[in-house]
C-alpha cells in the first residue's frame, strides 16, 4: 500500500524535513517559503534582501539557494540548528574526554 506523502511537508534547498515539520506549528496565514525567487515575479527581493508578502515578513536566502523564508520560520530553524551544533559538540567532547581518560 502506498503512503500518501503530505504536500505541505516538502523540503525547500534551504529547510529539511524535519525543518519543515517543525514549521508547521507556525502559523499559516502565509507560506513558510517561496522558492524561484530569480524567476518571479518577487525576484526584486534578491536585491533587497527580502520582501514582505501577506503581512509576513520574509529572508532571500541567497543565490545558492534562491528562496525566500519567513523571518519566525528563520528564527525557529537557526534555535534548531543551534541545539543540534551544540548537542553533536557535547557528544565529541564527551568522547574525547573518555578517550583522554583510558590513555
Given at each position: 500500500?502506498r503512503?500518501?506523502k503530505?504536500?505541505n ?8 524535513a ?7 506549528a ?9 522558492t ?9 527581493a534578491r536585491?533587497?534582501g ?8 520574509y ?9 525566500c ?12 540548528r543551534?541545539?543540534e ?7 565529541v ?11
Amino acid at each position: 500500500m502506498r503512503q500518501r506523502k503530505n504536500r505541505n511537508m516538502k523540503t525547500t534547498d534551504y529547510l529539511t524535513a524535519a525543518e519543515v515539520a517543525a514549521a508547521q506549528a507556525l502559523h499559516k496565514r502565509a507560506p513558510y517559503s517561496i522558492t524561484g525567487i530569480s524567476s518571479s515575479i518577487f525576484s526584486i527581493a534578491r536585491h533587497y534582501g527580502g520582501m514582505t508578502c501577506q503581512g509576513c515578513h520574509y529572508t532571500y536566502m541567497g543565490a545558492q539557494f534562491d528562496e525566500c523564508v519567513r523571518d519566525d520560520v528563520l528564527k525557529l530553524v537557526t534555535k534548531i540548528r543551534k541545539a543540534e551544533a551544540k548537542a553533536s559538540t557535547k557528544t565529541v567532547m564527551t568522547k574525547i574526554v573518555q578517550l583522554e581518560l583510558d590513555a
